[in-house]
């Protein structure tokens, strides 16, 4: 089973707050996921994270969901008010937690471990217990309390790697020593200090454990938790261990709990992040082109992702040729070699290439190859002056077919640009706009690229560059190039 505690022990993330609302969105995302047990909360700590867990608790999820609790009364009485049916309890069993942090005895943890399950089962509630700091517990008194637990009706038993001290042999070890005396599931709760939560928690599950708790992203205090993400792949690929989770809904739920939460998702994040099916090296793209299996371990439609080929330093003439070839792009052997000598000059001095660039290169070591053009500037206007909103008006010819309309702006170039944007569709987006001069004087030439995009699918991207002496009709010029670009990946769908 997998324990979903990134609206707790996730929330828990330094500079991390959610609303109500975006708790409530996770929740969903998790249930949605196949996640089966969501810890909602820690009741006790204010009046909104009640109500968050209480919320949670009443919105009809297939998952089972919990509140965490102390082991005392008004913590327990926290979680029932949320009208719960399931609470997860802890208590620390350390002797450094039990000498510095809760000034008792051996014996009188053991009799409050014991007093709480108790309690919360005469609530009816289905209990989870955490001796807190299992790892650092002395092994033979964690038994003891495992077992006197036990005889209180506990329904399952969760070993905390509280701060992340273990390594995968002795995690193994531990587990196998207490399957011993456990004779309820145990689960296990991996922090990531050391970076070695996953393989822990998979080295748990090999000697015995029947529930991971895990976070999307790996969130949690300090270094983090079992990434939930890592550990349901690595399940199911090193164990065939196949868990309730959907593993094509991975990516989405990890985009939308890192932008509920603030905290970016690294680039080379195993499973989830933007590198970790990217590809730049030329022997290593020749090979996923080949056979994806050389360079990858799982496909990257698995986990709800596509493979990217990244154009730099590295590239080779594979790589380059696949993704022209993608946009419908047809080179010689010459002229390919030469685009690739190009980008590695160009990378070498520190450029980054996205698509749109490539292509631009593309057209101009193409050179004499005229580019096909379906939208034509048939004519246009620009009225501005003091104390008059700047005012332009286009005419475009797209596929034969004219197209009409009149927009202002904060400046003559804002206003031709929406006009061009209304006359096409309101769904392209401008995601740069460059200006440089070329030459000076008061007849200088000016140089001008614009990048747009589609909403509806920002990946796909055109650049279009155009140089001469007027900025805004220059500025037209080279939204019409981009323009050409877009229409000529999107034809059709890109009007509207």
Known sequence: MILDTTLRDGEQTPNVALSLEDKLKIAQALDDLGVDIIEAGFPITSEGEKEAVRRIGKAGLRAEVLGLSRSNQADIDAVIDCDLKSIHLFIATSEIHMKNKLKMTREQVKEKAVWAVEYAKAHGLKVEFSPEDA???????????????????????DIP?????????????????????ARVPLAVHCHDDFGLSVSNSLAAVLAGAEEVHCTINGLGERAGNAALEEVSVGLMTFF?????????????????????TGV??????????????????????????????????ISPETVGKERALVIGKHTGTHAVQAKLKSYGIEMQEGQLKELVARIKKLSEGGKKFDDAELIALA????????????IKLEEF?????????????????????PRRASETGDGPIDASLKAIQSAVSKNIIL????????????????????KLADKRDPSLLSLGKAVGPDIVITSVEAAIIALNRLYSLKKEQLIS
């Open 135 to 157: 790892t650092r517990s002395d092994v033979s008194f964690l038994k003891e309390v495992i077992c006197a637990v036990q005889e209180a009706k506990v329904d399952r038993i």
């Open 161 to 181: 790697d509280t701060v992340g001290v273990m390594i995968p042999q002795a995690m193994s070890a531990l587990i196998s020593d207490l399957k011993t005396v």
């Open 240 to 260: 065939g261990v196949k868990t309730n989770i959907d593993l094509r809904k991975l990516t989405h739920v990890s985009r939308l709990v890192s932008k509920l």
């Open 264 to 297: 970016p998702v690294q680039p080379n994040k195993a499973i989830v992040g933007d590198n970790a099916f990217a590809h730049e090296s030329g022997i290593h793209v020749h090979g996923v082109l080949g056979e994806s299996f050389t360079y990858e371990a």
């Open 363 to 374: 057209y101009d070591v193409l050179g004499n190859i005229e580019e096909p053009r379906q």
């Open 381 to 401: 206007a620009v009225f501005t002056g003091i104390n008059f909103t700047p005012t332009a008006t286009v005419t475009l010819n797209i596929a034969g077919k």
């Open 431 to 450: 995601k740069e706009f460059r200006l440089e001069a070329i030459t000076g004087g008061s007849d200088a030439l000016c140089e001008v690229t614009i």
